[in-house]
């Protein structure tokens, strides 16, 4: 008895699977708060994602531009839809990650563009687009670097003992003039 061949079957190439999410992996979802200038939340899946936006770092709430900061966020992805590439995991929880605005453009770097976020470089090491845009910004005066002595928020952070202000009151007095000061 002679062995006949198998016949020739025609087989569709196997489809990958779609690989593990991993901490690359990224996520979609429409924006709905702006904690401060470089976190936002994010609804994903059903739930609400906070993201930390990485790579920069923007002046805290009570330091001169961090309202600004937060207002610039929210005009760029508040009540939008944003992709976000997944960085890491941060100390808090948060997704750390570069986000994209509906636009294309990168929110991370737009931030550092205008001049309020300073580079973090701890975490970014590196970096030759944040480090082109900070500096751009620093020489051109945009946003905090109008001010000559602003103060990175990580020394902010830690408080007067390394040269930062400390935290001022919710509604500071204003200065006294000759109308206001006592006799």
């Known amino acids: 008895m002679e062995v006949q061949p198998a016949p020739r079957v025609e087989v569709e190439p196997a489809r990958a699977l779609p690989p593990p999410l991993s901490p690359r992996a990224g996520l979609q979802g429409q924006c709905v708060g702006v904690a401060d200038g470089d976190t936002i939340?994010?609804?994903?899946?059903?739930?609400?994602?906070?993201?930390?936006?990485?790579?920069?770092d923007c002046p805290e709430g009570g330091q001169a531009y961090g309202r600004k900061a937060k207002q610039y966020t929210s005009s760029l992805v508040f009540g939008k839809t944003v992709q976000v590439e997944v960085k890491d995991r941060d100390q808090y929880g948060r997704t750390v990650g570069m986000v994209t605005g509906p636009d294309g453009s990168n929110v991370n770097y737009a931030i550092v563009a205008a001049g309020l976020a300073w580079w973090y470089r701890q975490y970014a090491p590196g970096d030759a687009t944040?480090?082109?845009?900070?500096?751009?910004?620093?020489?051109?005066?945009?946003g905090l670097w109008a001010d000559p002595h602003a103060v990175p928020p990580w020394d902010y952070r830690r408080g007067p003992s390394v040269g930062a202000s400390p935290r001022p009151r919710p509604h500071p007095e204003p200065p006294a003039t000759a109308e206001t000061r006592p006799a």
Do not use: Y
């Open 41 to 56: 939340s994010v609804m994903h899946n059903g739930r609400e994602d906070k993201i930390r936006l990485f790579g920069i």
């Open 130 to 142: 944040f480090e082109r845009l900070e500096t751009e910004a620093r020489l051109a005066k945009r």
